[in-house]
């Protein structure tokens, strides 16, 4: 096989991995419900490290209203229905300037 060939089935297989991940990839539950959604969103939350959060109960809705420097409200996550959801925190940590956002 010579080179030329060699890099045009590496690349077709490459083509064909990338093509079947977009072509499985799902953005609804078997009931059509979003598999994400955003609950709350905030600038200034509080959080000053980079990284996330994972809450799977009121209890931890608790203890991050424990958090000292917290600002990011809390109302909507209460709403949650653990039993069939879970909530992803995700902050940047703090920024020299505005203009900063994630998104997942």
Known sequence: MTQSNRKAVIVAVFATVLGA???VSQTKTQTGAPLARQIAQSGHCGLVAPGHIHLASVADIDRLE????RRLPLASLRSVQFGNEHVVLAALGQKPTGGFSITL
């Open 21 to 23: 991940g977009c072509a």
């Open 66 to 69: 424990a958090l000292p420097g």
